[in-house]
């Protein structure tokens, strides 16, 4: 399947998460354009984004607090396109990321590993303007983000397979190109069934270079 035709069936599917956005979110914007530009980016796009510093995730398994990081993320087959059409007026795309060098940092000293140290997670990616601001939520293409598989934990309760869920939102920084994702950003996201936080920065380009703004 041509990958065209792949955008357009998320962006189909993206509707139906447009329609569960928010009541306080706008019905039209953020789009994505080329930093400084005044005129929106029209037509299919290829994005890239590639994690900068360190990203965490931080939850509750068998109540314990336990904290996952990773040193590295990008994007693969990332697309997107600016939707003016009335009624329908968001950045709308798919990305497909990885995490790498994926560590259970909290509980330490407990052994635990995440699985080949690899996070996958496959999103829709919908533009939001909540209370005035500009958001860029993740949510799943279908049931769960992700499943992290976390093992050698001496607390049994730690090991196995467990599911991150819900959406992840990022605040667009225009002037370092990134999206910021922090414990006020609005994220909605759980992590084995418990209340998670996502903290991360990620910066947003062309494919093949070009700042973004979403604006």
């Known amino acids: 399947m041509s990958r065209l035709k792949m955008l357009g069936l998320g962006l189909l599917a993206l509707l139906a998460v447009g329609a569960m956005a928010s ?3 706008s019905a039209s914007g953020p789009y994505v354009y080329t930093a400084g530009s005044s005129e929106p980016l029209m037509g299919a796009l290829e994005l890239t984004a590639t994690q900068s510093g360190t990203s965490e995730l931080k939850g509750v398994i068998a109540g314990t607090a336990i904290t996952i990081q990773c040193e590295e993320g990008h994007s693969e087959e990332t697309h997107g396109e600016n939707v003016l059409t009335t009624g329908i007026e968001h950045f709308l795309g798919l990305t497909f990321f990885h995490f790498l ?3 259970v940092t909290k509980p330490a000293g407990k052994g635990c590993l995440v699985e080949n140290g690899l996070v996958r997670v496959h999103s ?8 005035g601001v500009p958001r860029i939520r993740f949510a799943p293409l279908a049931g769960n983000f992700a499943n992290i598989n976390i093992d050698g934990c001496s607390n049994s309760a730690l090991n196995g397979s467990f599911p991150v869920a819900g959406f992840a939102q990022a605040i667009p920084n225009n002037t370092s190109s990134k999206l910021e994702f922090t414990e006020g950003s ?3 996201l759980e992590f084995a069934g418990n209340a998670a936080t996502f903290i991360a920065n990620f910066a947003v380009e062309m494919t093949g270079g070009g700042a973004l703004e979403f604006k």
């Open 101 to 103: 060098k994926c560590t």
């Open 124 to 131: 829709h990616i919908l533009g939001l303007i909540i209370g």
């Open 186 to 188: 609005g994220s909605g």
């Open 23 to 25: 009541a306080s979110a």
